[in-house]
C-alpha cells in the first residue's frame, strides 16, 4: 500500500494540462505532492480531459488511495471584438466608443459583444481591458453604446478581455458552454465542480438544481460583488477558491492580501475548504526556480490557514511541472515546521455550533495535544466529522476513514486529512483496530503511540459523532 503520509498539512492542487498527460508525469506529481488535480475547462476538449481523469483513476486504483479530481468550468469571457488593423494606439484624454455594431473597429470605437455589459454601465462607470492595462471611464451612454474617456492606456489590440469594477452584471455564472462541459465532466467521474464568474448566492443555487447531488461545487471568488456577499455565497457552496487573477484586475493591489485573509478566515469558521489560486509560482512556467517574491506569496497563503494552494499553468503547459509542485510542498512543509505558524493557527478557533457533534469535533484537537496523540482517527459517512475537525487546524494528521469513495476523494482537498476508503467496519471495536493498524501502517504514528478516536454510533447515520476515545497503537 502506498504510504500516505505527507510532510505537510496543507493541500497541493496541480492543474493537468498539455505538460502533464501521460500516466508517468502524472505519477510523478502525485508522487512530488500533488494532493488533487484539477482539469481546466477553458483548454482542451472533453476527450483531454476525459484521458487525464482516466490516468487519474487508474493511479488511485494502483496506489490504493483515492484522489480528488475537480473540473474548473470557464464562465462567462468577456472580450471585445475586432480592429481592422488588428491593434490601435491610443492616449490618455482621447475619446473612445464601445457599441453594439459588428463591424471591425478603429481608433474611435470596437465592438462590444455584450449587450448586458451596455446595459449595466452608468456614466463614471470604469472600464478595465486586457487585464487592466487600459482603464475607461464612461462620459456618455445609449441605447447601444458607451462612450468613454481613456484615463491610461497606450494600446489595445483584438479581442481583450474586459473587466467591471463594481458593476454587477444581470448574466449566469454559467454559460451555454459550461452547461455542456458541466454535464461531461461529471459524467467522467469529476468529484468538484469550480464555477467561474459568481456574483451572488443565487448563482451557486443555480448550478445546484443542474448539478444536484452528482459532485460538490466549488466557488470561484473572482468578482468584488463576491467579496461583498462572501458570508452568502460560502454558506451556499460547498468549497470557496480564490481565483486572485481577475479579482486583482478589478480592486487595488493593495487590498488583495487582506482580502485573502478574511476569505480564509470565513470558509474556516464555516468549516468549508479554502483554495489560493493564480500566479502563485507563475515564473516557473520557463523557470527551474521561483522568485522569493512568489516563495512568499505561497509561504502567506499557509500562514493564513489555507487548505489548499493551486497550481495552474506551471504543471499544465510549463517546462517545470515537477519542479513546481516540488517546491511548493517544500515551502508549505518549511512554514509549518515554523513555531509561528502553530502560533497562528492557535490564535483562532472557530466558535463549535451547540450540538454533541461539534462538541466531540472541537474538543479531539485539545485532547490529541494534551496526550501528545500522533493522530486524529474519524469515521465517516458524509466527511462533515472531518470537515469540522479540520476547522481547529489540528497539530497532527487527520486519518479519515470512510465506506464512500466520492467522500473520501473529495476529502483530499481539506487540511491535514488522510482519506481512506474501506468497507469492512462493523462496530466501533473493529473500527479502533483498523485505526490503529493503518495509522501505524502509513506512518502517520508509531507502537506505542496515542491516536484520539472520534465517530458516531450506530454507524452509517450522517452527523451521529458522539463518541470520543484515546486508543494506543500496538
Keep these: 500500500m502506498f504510504s500516505l503520509k505527507r510532510n505537510r498539512k496543507t493541500k497541493i492542487v496541480a492543474t493537468l494540462g498539455p505538460a502533464s498527460s501521460t500516466p508517468q508525469m502524472v505519477r510523478s506529481l502525485f508522487e512530488a505532492g500533488a494532493d488533487v488535480f484539477r482539469l481546466n475547462f477553458s483548454h482542451g476538449t472533453h476527450e483531454d480531459h476525459r484521458k487525464r481523469l482516466q490516468i487519474v483513476r487508474a493511479l488511485e486504483k494502483e496506489l490504493n488511495r483515492p484522489i480528488g479530481v475537480f473540473a474548473d468550468m470557464q464562465g462567462p469571457k468577456l472580450r471585445l471584438g475586432t480592429f481592422k488593423a488588428g491593434e490601435i494606439n ?102 468538484w465542480i469550480a464555477l467561474s464568474f459568481v456574483q451572488r448566492p443565487e448563482d451557486v443555487l443555480e448550478a445546484r438544481q443542474i448539478i444536484g447531488t452528482r459532485a460538490k461545487i466549488i466557488v470561484k471568488i473572482e468578482k468584488p460583488s463576491a467579496i461583498e456577499s462572501l458570508q452568502a455565497i460560502v454558506d451556499s457552496a460547498d468549497a470557496v477558491m480564490l481565483a486572485r487573477g481577475d479579482l486583482g484586475v478589478e480592486i487595488p493591489a493593495e487590498r488583495v492580501p487582506s482580502i485573502q485573509k478574511h476569505v480564509v478566515r470565513v470558509c474556516r469558521q464555516a468549516g468549508k475548504p479554502v483554495i489560493i489560486a493564480t500566479q502563485m509560482l507563475e515564473s516557473m512556467i520557463s523557470s527551474p526556480r521561483p522568485t522569493r517574491a512568489e516563495a512568499s506569496d505561497v509561504a502567506t497563503a499557509i500562514y493564513d490557514g489555507t487548505d489548499a494552494v493551486m497550481l495552474s499553468a506551471e504543471t499544465a503547459s510549463g517546462e517545470y511541472p515537477l519542479e513546481a509542485v516540488s517546491i511548493m510542498d517544500k515551502i508549505a512543509a518549511d512554514v509549518e515546521k515554523d513555531s509561528l505558524y502553530r502560533k497562528i493557527m492557535d490564535a483562532e478557533h472557530p466558535d463549535p455550533e451547540k450540538t454533541s457533534p461539534d462538541a466531540i469535533t472541537s474538543a479531539a484537537s485539545w485532547v490529541a495535544a494534551t496526550v501528545s496523540a500522533a493522530a486524529i482517527v474519524n469515521y465517516t459517512t458524509s466527511g462533515s466529522t472531518t470537515l469540522r475537525t479540520v476547522r481547529e487546524r489540528p497539530s497532527v494528521p487527520v486519518l479519515c476513514l470512510t465506506e464512500n469513495l466520492a467522500v473520501a476523494r473529495r476529502l483530499q482537498l481539506s487540511y491535514s486529512v488522510y482519506p481512506v476508503h474501506t468497507k469492512d467496519i462493523d462496530n466501533f471495536a473493529d473500527m479502533v483496530k483498523k485505526a490503529c493498524a493503518l495509522a501505524l501502517e502509513n506512518g502517520l504514528a508509531q507502537k506505542g503511540q496515542k491516536i484520539v478516536i472520534t465517530a458516531g454510533v450506530p454507524f452509517g447515520t450522517i452527523g451521529a459523532t458522539n463518541i470520543l476515545r484515546v486508543a494506543v497503537v500496538e
Excluded at 162 to 187: F, M, Q
Design 90 to 191: 491610443i492616449e490618455k484624454g482621447m475619446r473612445f466608443t464601445l457599441d453594439s455594431n459588428p463591424a471591425a473597429g478603429d481608433e474611435k470605437r470596437v465592438y462590444l459583444p455584450h449587450p448586458e455589459i451596455i446595459e449595466a454601465l452608468q456614466i463614471g462607470s470604469d472600464v478595465l481591458l486586457d487585464d487592466g492595462k487600459v482603464h475607461l471611464r464612461v462620459v456618455k451612454k445609449g441605447r447601444d453604446f458607451v462612450e468613454t474617456e481613456v484615463i491610461a492606456g497606450k494600446k489595445l489590440m483584438d479581442r481583450k478581455g474586459v473587466n467591471l469594477p463594481n458593476v454587477l452584471l444581470k448574466v449566469s455564472s454559467l454559460t451555454d458552454k459550461d452547461r455542456v462541459d458541466l454535464e461531461a465532466a461529471i459524467g467522467m467521474g469529476a468529484d
